[in-house]
């Protein structure tokens, strides 16, 4: 039993503790908080640009993408400065619905985040 | 013909209530991060969820008693009143992520600032439960909450790998993922149980059936709504895990906030497709924020032996019409905190499972007891299919803690 239960302790752990050569954890979360914040304000600003949703809700869920690379920034801030340039150039972005930039910065994003959550 | 009537809408209500926020929010990431493969989890889930809710509404339809009466005579006071404080506390979180839901899609649809539609939300909710007979209520809600089919119709329009779809019928395990993939896979199947299971249906599914005075008789139709209609509100939920598949993922999106979900509907059919989808999230959240309210006043109010009620006025059960008002009014207290809606429904659905198997336990109990049910205790079927999914649920209590800690709510 107390085998067991310590099998399960590891399993549990091994995902917080990471591999030789893994990205941490609280890195990992991070970049993927940031990159699925640029893709989705990206999208946003391509179906306005098709006139398939409407400019409020176009500009309220832009707002909303701002506001969680915000605070994603000043979390990074304390854990993990190497990400901030990027983070800054997301909220950027998201601000001049530059669509290219915010592409280009996910898809840095992605490579950065290696294979992880990718079930195909 | 007025039995097939009240069929159709027990069932379209059924349809139109079962998505909320969480369903939502678990559904469009689910199908962004894992494709197809956690389709399963709603499926079996949904089978739970009829053969506990068609449990609850027979055992109302008979005994006249519903979940939180018999849990307090079933289980000692020490777990009762833990259930009881548990299920309190999960339904005001829930209610207060049901409103902050609707708050931000109105957010959506106005422009106008959060806390102010947060504020009137809450108004209008407590305005509609004291004007408006309970089965309304539930028909109001249900019956708008079907513009979400919107996201239905954009399956068939966006043509997903349906055999694709099949597969994810088949319960699975992704083992070829990383390690830490695998884990938060392992959360979101907990994540979708609980979601699907929310204990705040069931109390108010059999409080409802109380109020409205079922009898033997309509056990038949309570079989059909709590398998039809919780099925097809199951199917509703698995569009939206198709739709984030085929339309979120390819271009990375792993939905972070309530509204992106709407851009399923935005894709294939314009702005109309937006607006409908908006609109039928306003009101399939503002529905769950009624039950969830309810929910709370009807536990705390069966668990003391309080009068309540909502075929009583006012003034007949005081105390429950001071709890599901106060309900109401915390839960906007929650959300003027500035605590995010995906937040709240996080720790909602990480509670509920842990709850869950205190409401289920003395609802199968009673259920397979004849001294309770006569004729119409439990079957060969309804009992072995609820002491296996009884299990599955344990399991899944024991394991939510540590996979939402170990994955961050899902977000590793």
Redesign the interface.
Known sequence: MKRKSLLLLLVLCAPSAGHAGDIDSGKLTAIRGIRTAAAEAALVVQLKQQGRVTDTYAEEMKDDAKEELESLRKQVQQKNPDLLSITQAAIDATGASDIGRLRAITNQLLAMEGPHGRAD | MGGLIEITLGIMTAVGGFVDVSEMVFAAQAGS???F?LIWVFAIGTIAMGIFGEMSGRVAAITKQPVFNLMRQRLDLGPGIIALIGSVVTSLITCAAEIGGTATVL?????WPYPLLAGLTTLALVLVIWALPFKWIERLFGLLGLLMLVFAVSTVKIHPDWGGVARGFIPQA?VT?????L???GYFVVAIISAVLFPYETYFYSSGGVEEEWKPKDVTVNKLVATVGFGLGSLLAISILVNAAVL?RP???????I??S??QA??PF??TG??LA?LGMVFAFSGAAVETGLSSAYSLSQFLGWEWGRLKKPHEAPRFTIAWVATFALSLVIVLTGIQPLDLVEWAVVLSIVVLPATYLPLILIANDRKYMNQYVNGPISNTLGWVFYAMICVAAVAAL??YF???GG??
């Open positions: 991060r894992f494709i493969s957010k959506y649809l106005t422009g992704p993922l990383p390690m830490k993939d884990v938060t896979y979120f271009v990375h999106v792993d939905p972070s906030v509204g992106t709407a851009l935005a894709i314009g702005k937006l607006l908006l540590p996979l170990v994955t961050q977000k590793l």
